[in-house]
């Protein structure tokens, strides 16, 4: 079955980066427009959100508002993996991260996701 698997995570000061790493196995490419990888994050006590996201074969990227200009999210096909860079991170950013495949970041709402990682703990302190 598909497995998706992170690794990256940990903690920081605030103002300093982090990358994050997830590489995909058994997934294959559909080149539909809902063949998308990306990161959702969930905080203590509140709901998983998306954060950033890529198309698998136009590359096209999605972006939460908290996190556009800081966070860059790539994609390397020949690895099957997609990186997330987080610079300036702040204590907000303190979340497990969790890698997902398929879905479609747009129309609203970036759920259902069909494949999702374990999770990856960052920690930014003040």
């Known amino acids: 079955q598909v497995q998706l698997v992170e690794s990256g995570g940990g903690s920081v000061q605030a103002g300093g980066p982090l990358r994050l790493s997830c590489t995909a196995s058994?997934?294959?490419?559909?080149?539909?427009?809902?063949?998308?990888m990306g990161w959702f994050r969930q905080a203590p006590g509140k709901g998983r959100e998306g954060v950033a996201a890529i198309n698998r074969g136009s590359a096209i990227t999605y972006y939460a508002d908290s996190v556009k200009g800081r966070f860059t999210i790539s994609l390397d096909n020949t690895k099957n993996t997609i990186y997330l860079q987080m610079n300036s991170l702040q204590p907000e950013d303190t979340a497990i991260y969790y890698c997902?495949?398929?879905?479609?970041?747009?129309?609203?709402?970036?759920?259902?996701?069909?494949?999702w990682g374990q999770g990856t703990q960052v920690t930014v302190s003040s």
């Open positions: 997902a495949a398929r879905f479609a970041p747009f129309g609203g709402s970036w759920f259902p996701v069909d494949y």
């Open positions: 058994k997934l294959t490419y559909t080149g539909n427009s809902y063949d998308y």
